[in-house]
């Protein structure tokens, strides 16, 4: 959540204007960006997984054609936050979350040691996988897209979807196929630039608004603290001013879209700093890109909220948040 910067930070006064036009100069470019935007996904951004589950789920992720590591790793998340020993009051176990009953008839020796061990994420992610191409196999002959029955599959049943000829008109099995395409974003490595953000003016203007105050640990911008901020608190409080709600603790809002590579950053990019570079759970601040190398950000107790250099060697990566990457985080994950 906070950290202690080696770099010097650049004065409010006179940089100001500076990075003000960095901003501006950065935004000239997004027309560039555009027209290259949303291309298909080939793999898992770096840092996007913790690294001891990235062969497994690049390895599975590759089981079926209805299935892909991003995708993978958007279920995995989305059931468990990466907890191997998550346990759900409905008995669902696991870092893949299969009820007993499921895992019966579905689990599977990944890594050949002759146990089925539903705890084992060696065993877990292969079966996720395997689970998914099974569902997959089972609605192959109804018409539309291949993903979305299958993840349909998941929700309501694969009846359910025979019976409709593609996603059933159920709101919850609707809202898990778009969660889970949405969220598979975050974790994919694209081969083309990352559409620019439509709100990040907005996000940037109420961060700009905020320098010079106190940093506040846990602080949320509330009257009672002062309107003061710790670092996922300014991010947060930031892009709700343009409607888009974002996880409290900066780790989680990691996954609140794509992740642009570091030459295509843009102002409003969440830009984030690990202890452990492969795990994406190490996360412990963040701030916003304005441009120019340089991001506001609410450094650490003792410190004001300014501008800082990203370039620093915790740099794990960047999120462009959308409001639909933001609406498909699971908040339980949030403390």
């Known amino acids: 959540m906070?950290?202690?910067?080696?770099?010097?930070?650049?004065?409010?006064?006179?940089?100001?204007s500076f990075v003000a036009l960095l901003v501006v100069g950065t935004y000239m470019v997004a027309a560039d960006l555009i027209g290259g935007a949303g291309g298909k996904a080939v793999g898992l951004a770096k840092g996007s997984v913790p690294s001891s589950y990235e062969p497994l789920i690049q390895q599975y992720g590759n089981s079926c054609p209805a299935i892909n590591p991003a995708l993978l790793a958007a279920q995995l998340y989305q059931e468990s936050g990466w907890n191997a020993k998550a346990q759900s009051p409905a008995n669902a176990k696991g870092i893949a979350q299969f009820i007993p009953a499921t895992w019966a008839s579905h689990g599977v020796d990944g890594n050949k040691d002759g146990v089925r061990d539903i705890w084992d994420p060696q065993d877990a992610i292969p079966s996720a996988a395997a689970y998914d191409c099974s569902l997959a196999k089972y609605v192959k002959d109804v018409p539309g897209n291949q993903t979305h029955n299958m993840l349909a599959s998941y929700n309501a049943g694969a009846y359910a979807v025979i019976k409709y000829g593609g996603v059933p008109p159920y709101r919850e099995t609707q809202n898990y196929v778009k969660t889970i395409t949405t969220l598979a974003k975050s974790f994919e490595a694209p081969i083309q630039k990352v559409q620019p953000s439509q709100q990040s003016a907005g996000a940037i203007y109420f961060a700009q608004k905020q320098l010079g105050k106190p940093y506040l640990w846990g602080g949320n911008g509330t009257p009672e603290e002062g309107g003061r901020f710790d670092c996922s608190g300014l991010t947060k409080a930031a892009y709700k001013t343009v409607g888009i709600d974002l996880p409290r603790v900066a780790n989680d809002q990691w996954n609140a879209g794509p992740h642009p590579k570091r030459n295509e950053l843009l102002p409003g990019d969440l830009v984030f700093f690990a202890y452990d570079l492969d795990d994406p759970r190490s996360i412990h601040h963040v701030g916003m890109y304005v441009g120019g190398g340089y991001m506001i950000n609410a450094p650490y107790t003792g410190a004001v909220i300014r501008f800082d250099k990203i370039d620093s060697p915790d740099y794990i990566g960047a999120t462009r948040v959308t409001q639909d990457g933001a609406k498909a985080l699971p908040r339980a994950n949030s403390a």
């Open 2 to 16: 906070r950290k202690v910067w080696l770099g010097v930070s650049v004065g409010i006064g006179v940089s100001f």
